[in-house]
């Protein structure tokens, strides 16, 4: 076996302790498969001496100085897991600058400031990979980065965000309004206790802006991602909306237009019964790839907002993050539609409320 690949997480929280546990269970596989030993050797969290040591792992240093782990001699691969902008952005800089490859899950930090991670890895020699930051059990971001070079993408589309898809499936199926739901999502532990980035749209606006990014090789300003939420959704929408044989479902779109401007939206779109989007479930995310030539490609699965305490995917992130890890895993996925199975509709067809 050659050495070890040696890793230091900054934020020990839902993710941290789930891809610790995972790593951790499947550790004889994935070294067979990355084809190097994964070792845990620094974590730093706040207050992490004062929590209970539950999953911490054996013979890691454990502390708060979050520096010190983004740039310690002994740490080949940064894993960022705190979130948020600050301190995270400025740890990545230090973790990249001082050689480190980088994994992190972050999606609003890679929405503000991934142009300049990205360009400061490559100066670098280094890797920054965030397969986990849009639709976690998905592998997405890969596909889009290796499987569609022979071909133009002209839109991505589809369900980003597991909270506000399980939401608006629950609302259509018992006729309960929003709040209802919404707390029975939060009860179920598919919204967290503020859900506003989920139910305001600015989670999906921030995936969308990564995803068109890779599809499209372009900077995506998050500002350029006309965003709604869901909140306003009444019972009265779904009973028209099934009258037209459609369902309210929240979309984010990013299309092409001729002469290269880009159109990006995420908002509630009347999609037909029909279509497979219609019959994405709860907090399933779906992402529909629309290109020149070969047509649409859909890839369905659990997304990121399904990743809470006590719920049975909880590793579906910290594996997306395990695979990111080895060159041996950089392999390419595509899920081709089958021909017994309904495409969605192009992005262009659902009919906006
Ligand atoms: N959970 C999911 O479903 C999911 C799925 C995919 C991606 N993600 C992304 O993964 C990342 C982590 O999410 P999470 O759910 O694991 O969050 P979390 O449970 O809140 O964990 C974050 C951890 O980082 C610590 N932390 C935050 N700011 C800190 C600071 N300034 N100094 C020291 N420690 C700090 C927190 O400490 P405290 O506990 O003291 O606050 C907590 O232990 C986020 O970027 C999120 O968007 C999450």
Redesign the pocket.
């Known amino acids: 076996m050659n050495t070890p690949l040696r890793i230091g997480i ?8 789930a891809l610790v546990r995972l790593v951790e269970a499947e550790s004889e596989r994935l070294s067979r498969q990355l084809g190097v030993e994964l070792r845990f050797v620094a974590i ?5 001496t004062r ?1 209970p040591a539950g999953d911490l792992p054996a013979g890691a240093r454990i502390g ?1 100085d ?1 520096l010190a782990v983004a740039t310690a001699p002994d740490v080949d691969v940064v894993v ?5 902008l ?3 952005g400025p740890l990545l800089v230090a973790a990249l600058g001082a050689g480190k490859s980088v994994v ?6 890679l929405a503000a400031r991934g142009t300049e991670l990205a360009r400061l890895a490559r100066d670098q020699g280094v890797a920054l990979a965030f397969e ?2 849009v639709a ?1 059990g998905i592998p997405i971001l890969r596909a889009i980065r290796e499987s569609f070079t022979g071909d133009r993408i002209d839109a991505v589309s589809g369900i980003l965000n597991g909270t506000c898809n399980f939401i608006l499936t629950g609302m259509a199926r018992t006729a309960r309004p929003y709040p209802g739901m919404l707390a029975e999502a939060q009860a179920l532990g598919y919204a967290e206790a503020d859900p506003a980035a989920d139910v305001e749209g600015t989670d999906a606006a921030c995936k969308l802006a990564l995803l068109a990014r890779l599809a499209f090789g372009q900077d995506v300003p998050l500002g350029a991602v006309r965003t709604e939420g869901i909140t306003r959704l009444r019972p009265v929408d779904f009973v028209y909306a099934g009258m037209l044989g459609r369902t309210p479902r929240q979309l984010g779109i990013a299309s092409r237009l001729a002469g290269g401007r880009l159109l990006l939206s995420v908002r509630t779109h009347l999609v037909s019964n029909e279509s497979m989007l219609a019959r994405v479930d709860g907090p399933f995310n779906a992402v529909q790839v629309s290109t020149a030539r070969a047509g649409d490609f859909v890839f369905t699965g659990r997304g ?5 305490p006590r719920r049975p995917s909880s590793a579906t ?1 910290s594996r997306s993050l395990a695979a990111d890890r080895g060159p041996a895993c950089r392999r390419s996925e595509r899920t081709l539609p089958s021909p017994s199975r309904p495409r969605a509709p192009p992005a262009s067809s659902p009919r906006s409320t």
């Open positions: 900054l934020g020990f929280g839902t993710v941290g302790r730093a969290s706040r207050a992490l929590k708060e979050l960022e897991l705190l979130g948020g600050e301190p995270a992190t899950a972050n999606k609003a930090l986990a930051a976690g990121a907002g399904e990743i809470r992130s």
